[in-house]
């Protein structure tokens, strides 16, 4: 259902990412594999925008929430 999910939001955003998908997931690999899961990080910092039950901007929420508070907007934000 995950993977629907995000693959909906993809299309329906117009974003051109490639994805690639994983069988297991290892939280530990071998010593001869390189591992950045940790150092992933979001090099900008992101607009806020209006949350309908939030006075204060609440960051690192789902695309879902963007969606639900932004609606036909969200391309525009995601893509500015």
Avoid: C, W
């Amino acid at each position: 259902m995950n993977s629907a999910i995000i693959y909906y939001f993809i299309s329906e955003l117009d974003i051109e990412k490639k994805t690639k998908n994983s069988h297991v997931f290892k939280k530990t690999y071998s010593s001869n594999t390189l591992d950045f899961r940790e150092n992933i990080r979001i090099p900008r910092k992101m607009k806020t925008y209006q949350q309908v039950f939030n006075k204060k901007f609440e960051s690192n929420l789902s695309i879902l929430d963007l969606i639900f508070n932004l609606g036909p907007e969200s391309k525009d934000y995601i893509q500015n």
